[in-house]
Structures are given as C-alpha cells and as structure tokens.
C-alpha cells in the first residue's frame, strides 16, 4: 500500500439539509468546490461537523458518493468510518476502499470507555482488516476516553495507519506522541483554541490541522497550517493565528457544527439548520459570531465567501 501523506489543511465538512431534513447533495457538491478553489489540501466528511451520528447508512453513501463526484483527484478526501462496534466500523472501512477516498478517519468508540490495551486491539483489528490509510482521531472529550500517547506510538508501527488527528486538551500528549515516534509519524491536530493545540503542535514537527474554521475561512487556514520549514513559517503561523483567534473561538462557542453552520448560513451558503436535537445557533453568539465576521471582513458583499455563494 503507497503510504498517504495527510498534511496541511483539511476542514471539516458540514452536512447540507433541506428544509424537509434531507440530504442537500447539491450544496454538497458546492462545498466541496469551495474548498478546491481556496485552496484546502483535502477535505473531511462524515466527522463529527458533518452529524455522522444523526445520518442513516444511506445518507452516508450519498454524502460520500456526491463529494468524490466533484473531488476526483483535484483534492484529497478523508472519511470518517467509525460505528459503535468494530465490525461495523470494518464494514465502513471497507465500503471507503471500495470508493475513491484518500483515507479513513477512525476516533475511539465513545460511551463505552474501552481500556488502552483494548483500544489498541480495536484500531489494530480495523487497520489489519482493510488496505486502506487510516488516521487515528483522538477526541477524548467526546468519547469519554483518551487514546495514550504510547497507545498511538504502537499504532504508528502498523503500516496503513499514516497519521494522527489530535483534539484533547492536553498539549503534552501530542509532544509526546512526536517524541516516542522520533517525529516520523503525521501529526494534525483540531483549531479549537481551549485547546491550544496549534502552536505547539506545528513547533514539534506536527503536520497541519484538521479543523472547523477552514470551512468559513479557508484561505488563511491553509496557509496557517503549513508545516514549518523556516523561521518565515513561524511568523506567517503567529500572525494568522492571533487574526483567526476569535472566529476560531466561535466556531467553539456551542457544539459543533452548530456556530459553523450559523456563519456559512451568513454568508449566504444556505447548509440549513443543525439536524436535531441539536438547535441553532443561540441569540447572543449570533450576535457575536456576526460582529466577528464583520471585523475580519468576511461578510463585506466583495468577501470571496459571499462571492462564491452568490453565484449560481
């Protein structure tokens, strides 16, 4: 298997409703589109901004076949492919490998708490089972537990797991996994700023993001998310960092996708309300939410957003 290189940036997809609660594959399509003309290294579907939860087996098909529709090798496509059990997570894994994407995205089970030695069990059994790239999505906080950094630095020995996706609120973690796997294993970590996870991230060697924000702000999160080569990077890094701080903030306000799907609606993207029970977006970080937007620009009528969705 040609070893994935996973690198740079990657937003997360938002899933497109109707106003009857389906599926809008149209807007899907342009989304994707967004992302291949402002400059995104690949883009993440089926993750946790894009519902994966609340969508039927179906559903998820139609998002995966309409995004590699327009995608087809103009930029990459991750997947996520997780279930609550393994065999259906391998049953997942092996519908994406029958498909064009790029790889696999694969967060530990939630709700159950596994231990360490069964986690590794899980991913190991997942990877062994289909020749597919696989990334390790680390979200403690959603799934109750967290993957150890020896946990992943085992699994980086297995050759078809190719990266991590960091999302905890511990930055030693990730400079951990960099240590124990002598820097040689991707790392990318989430833009949720509670977690600080950028800056040191980037500064251990660490790959890129793959975050919420590039899905508003696409632009100036590619290039935020290069990995570092020169003291050049370092700057460029900071100061977009420090300009992208309070929208990445928002885009954390409440859950995800629920503040990113308030701002794409913003600038006229028109993906729809959150699929219930979650609720949209509250009164106040509305109001918050279209102050940031206005500072930075992106709801000005020449802001390339509103460009891109305006036209038809």
């Not at 020896?150 to 030693?172: D, Q, S």
Request: one cysteine or more; hydrophobic letters at 40%; aromatic letters at 6%.
């Amino acid at each position: 298997m040609k070893r994935f290189n996973v690198e740079g940036s990657w937003p997360a997809q938002v899933t497109p409703f109707t106003g009857e609660d389906e599926v809008n594959t149209g807007l899907l399509r342009r989304l994707v589109e967004f992302h291949i003309e402002n400059g995104s290294d690949g883009v993440l579907i089926l993750g946790s901004t894009g519902e994966a939860t609340m969508l039927s087996q179906e559903e998820r098909i139609e998002i995966i076949n309409a995004t590699l529709d327009v995608a087809k090798g103009r930029i990459s496509v991750m997947c996520g492919i997780s279930a609550p059990t393994t065999r259906e997570t391998i049953e997942n894994a092996r519908h994406v490998k029958d498909t064009s994407v790029d790889c696999g995205l694969l967060v530990q089970p939630a709700y159950i708490k596994p231990s360490q030695e069964a986690l590794y069990a899980y991913f190991k059994e997942v990877a062994e089972a289909v020749d597919l790239p696989l990334v390790i999505y680390n979200n403690p906080e959603r799934a109750g537990v967290n993957i150890e950094a020896e946990t992943i630095a085992r699994l980086a020995r297995l050759e078809n797991i190719v990266a991590l996706k960091e999302a905890g609120p511990n930055p030693y973690w990730v400079v951990r996994v960099a240590e124990l796997t002598r820097r040689e294993f991707n790392i990318l970590c989430c833009d949720c700023p509670h977690y600080a996870l950028i800056l040191p991230v980037l500064a251990s060697g660490g790959k890129g993001t793959s975050n919420v924000t590039g899905s508003i702000e696409p632009r100036e999160m590619a290039e935020l998310s290069r990995p570092w080569e020169s003291y050049e990077d370092v700057e460029r890094t900071r100061r977009l960092y420090f300009r992208l701080l309070p929208l990445m903030r928002m885009m954390y306000a409440e859950t995800n996708p629920v503040p990113l799907k308030a701002a794409l609606n913003m600038v006229g993207a028109g993906v729809g309300p959150p699929r219930k029970p979650l609720t949209e977006l509250s009164e106040g970080h509305k109001a918050t939410l279209r102050l940031t937007l206005e500072r930075m620009g992106i709801l000005e009528e020449d802001s390339y957003q509103r460009q891109f969705f305006s036209r038809r």
